[in-house]
C-alpha cells in the first residue's frame, strides 16, 4: 500500500514550483517530498524523469530548494542574495550533465545524462533559478501576500501586480477568509442595530 502524500503544486517556472515542495512555510508546513520515491515522482512531473533517488540525493535536492527559496525571496524585496544560496545553486548547475533539445513542436526540452540522476534533474532546476534571478526573463519576483505562504514566484502577468503564488490555494484561502470576516461583521452589525 502506497502512503498518500499531498498533491504536488505544478507550476510554469521549474524554479519556483520546485520551492513549491515546501508550502506554508510560516504557518504548519507542508512538506511535499519527503521521501526520495516523491522526488523522483516530482522531477517525472516536470520532465526530468530520473532512474532513482537516494537519501542524501533527497537532502542536496533540499539544499537547492532552500537555496533557491533564499535567493528569490532576497530579489523579491530587493536585497543582497545571500552568498551560501549563491554558492549552493551555482554548485548544483554545474554539477549536472544536462542538455537543451529543441522539439517539433518548437518547445525546449531538457536531456538528462545518459544514466538520469538527480544531480542532472538539479542542474537543470539551478540552472532555471539563475535565469529568472538574474532578470533574463520576462517577469518579476514577487512574494505571495498569504502570510502563511510569503512564497517566492515569478509573476509573468501583465500588470507585474498578482499578490498570490497561486490563486486556487493561497488566493482562494485569503479571499474566503474576508468574505468569511465580512460576514461575521455584517452579522453582528444587524443583531446590534448597528449598519
Known amino acids: 500500500m502506497r502512503a498518500e502524500f499531498p498533491d504536488f503544486r505544478l ?3 521549474l524554479a519556483t514550483s520546485f520551492t513549491g515542495t515546501l508550502t506554508e512555510r510560516h504557518g504548519n508546513p507542508v512538506e511535499r517530498i519527503p521521501t526520495p520515491q516523491r ?3 516530482w522531477l517525472a512531473a516536470n520532465g526530468l524523469a530520473v532512474d532513482s533517488c537516494t537519501t542524501a540525493q ?4 533540499r539544499k537547492l ?6 535567493a528569490a525571496t532576497a530579489t523579491a524585496i530587493q536585497d543582497a542574495l545571500p552568498v551560501s544560496a549563491v554558492r549552493i545553486i551555482n554548485d548544483c548547475s554545474i554539477q549536472g550533465r544536462a542538455s537543451a533539445v529543441l522539439t517539433a513542436e518548437r518547445n525546449r526540452q531538457w536531456r538528462l545524462g545518459s544514466a538520469s540522476c538527480v544531480e542532472d534533474a538539479l542542474s537543470v532546476i539551478a540552472a ?7 532578470g533574463e526573463r520576462d517577469g518579476k519576483m514577487a512574494l505571495c ?6 512564497a ?11 499578490k498570490w503564488c497561486e490563486m486556487n490555494t493561497c488566493g482562494n484561502r485569503q479571499k474566503k477568509a474576508r468574505f468569511n470576516a465580512n460576514q461575521r461583521k455584517n452579522g ?7 449598519v
Open 58 to 61: 533527497l537532502e542536496l535536492a
Open 145 to 150: 501576500a498569504s502570510p502563511t505562504c510569503q
Open 128 to 134: 532555471d533559478a539563475i535565469s529568472i534571478i538574474a
Open 11 to 13: 507550476g510554469s517556472v
Open 188 to 194: 453582528t452589525a444587524a443583531r446590534t442595530g448597528v
Open 152 to 162: 517566492a514566484f515569478f509573476d509573468t502577468s501583465q500588470s507585474r501586480t498578482r
Open 65 to 70: 530548494r532552500e537555496a533557491i527559496h533564499a
Open 39 to 41: 522526488l523522483v515522482d
